[in-house]
Nanobody, 125 residues
Framework: QVQLVESGGGLVQAGGSLRLSCAAS????????MAWFRQAPGKEREFVAA????????VYAGSVKGRFTISRDNAKNTWFLQMNSLKPDDTAVYYC??????????????????WGQGTQVTVSS
C-alpha cells in the first residue's frame, strides 16, 4: 500500500500562485507515475497533470498547460503542483494520485491505485 498526504491548499486571489505538495509513504517503490486531479462542486473529478517517477515525463490537461507545473523529488517521495496565474475556475479540491503501471490513459481516474484525502484551493475574483 501507498499512503498519500496533500498539503499547500488555501485561498488566493486571481492571478496569484500556490504550490501543492503530496508526500508518499509505504510501498513507494511500486509507483510508476503520480498525478493531480481536481473536483469542483457539482462537477466530476478531472485530470490536471501527471509525471512519471523514473523519467519525469509530464502530461497536462489543456486547461492548465502553461500555468501549472508538476514536478517530483524522488529522494523525498514527494511531488508538487506549482500553480501560477490562477483563475476562479481553478477553484476545487485537489487530489494527488499514484498508479502502479503505465497501462491506460493518464486522464482516467480509474487507472490510479492510490489517492490522497484532498486539499481545498479557492481562487477569488
Amino acid at each position: 500500500q501507498v499512503q498519500l498526504v496533500e498539503s499547500g491548499g488555501g485561498l488566493v486571489q486571481a492571478g496569484g500562485s500556490l504550490r501543492l505538495s503530496c508526500a508518499a509513504s509505504g510501498r513507494t517503490f511500486s509507483t510508476y507515475a503520480m498525478a493531480w486531479f481536481r473536483q469542483a462542486p457539482g462537477k466530476e473529478r478531472e485530470f490536471v497533470a501527471a509525471i512519471t517517477w523514473s523519467t519525469g515525463s509530464t502530461v497536462y490537461a489543456g486547461s492548465v498547460k502553461g500555468r501549472f507545473t508538476i514536478s517530483r523529488d524522488n529522494a523525498k517521495n514527494t511531488w508538487f503542483l506549482q500553480m501560477n496565474s490562477l483563475k476562479p475556475d481553478d477553484t476545487a479540491v485537489y487530489y494527488c494520485a499514484a498508479r502502479r503501471n503505465s497501462v491506460g490513459s493518464y486522464y482516467l481516474r480509474g487507472n490510479y491505485n492510490y489517492w490522497g484525502q484532498g486539499t481545498q484551493v479557492t481562487v477569488s475574483s
